[in-house]
């Protein structure tokens, strides 16, 4: 699953060679300094009114603001280059929603999942109305503090999730572009570094192994 790949992903980043690379790919996409913001808006190709474009710059450094992006642009960037997909939650004030966002809160990826529930009629479909879909769809967010799991560990049981549901329009959603054709899931750009770095261990392990035997080997000559 996705989840089980976030793990992995997060551990192969820890390994030294992987983790110096990383840190050259964030060095070169996050530039700023003192005086500067890493990102901004560009609107000049856009055909609107100069109010229209004074309003979206405001609330794009509005955004900035709550994400403090320019002060963990490196850590956000690194996070979602890791683990190819990024959650907030937006806050608003429920009596007040005509202020918007008041914080945005990240959500690990771990635990959070999108859900899709599709209500079955009451009667079975005809022939004609299986062929295309029917049914109401419910689309939500699942979040569980301790890690998207089911509540029954039968492999061929219902996937009943636990967890707080969470409306989609609460969740902003940031996939890394890349998506496996199969699984229908973003995929991190560490994947193609998995074979690699697994290679790398064995070796070094085998030759952790080598020199042991080898010193006991003169050790008995």
Known sequence: SSDVCSSDLREVSLHPEVDA???????????????DSPV?????NLDISDSIKKRIREEFKEIKRLL??????????????????????KVIDVNKPSE????LRYIDPLKIKKMREVK???????????KVDYGDVKEYYLFNPKGIFTSTSTVQGPRDYMGIKISLDAITFVPSGLMDLNLNIPLSYLHKALKAVNQLRMIEDSLVIYR?????????V
């Open 21 to 35: 690379a990383i840190d050259e790919v964030v060095n070169e996409a996050i530039i700023s300094d003192t005086d």
């Open 40 to 44: 901004e808006v560009e609107l000049s």
């Open 68 to 89: 403090q992006f320019d002060k963990k642009s490196y850590q956000i960037f690194r996070r979602w280059y890791i683990d190819g997909r990024m959650y907030y939650h």
């Open 100 to 103: 918007g966002i008041k914080e």
């Open 120 to 130: 079955k009629p009451d009667r079975p479909p005809t022939q004609e109305q299986a």
């Open 212 to 220: 042991l035997s080898r010193e006991i080997g003169r050790a008995h």
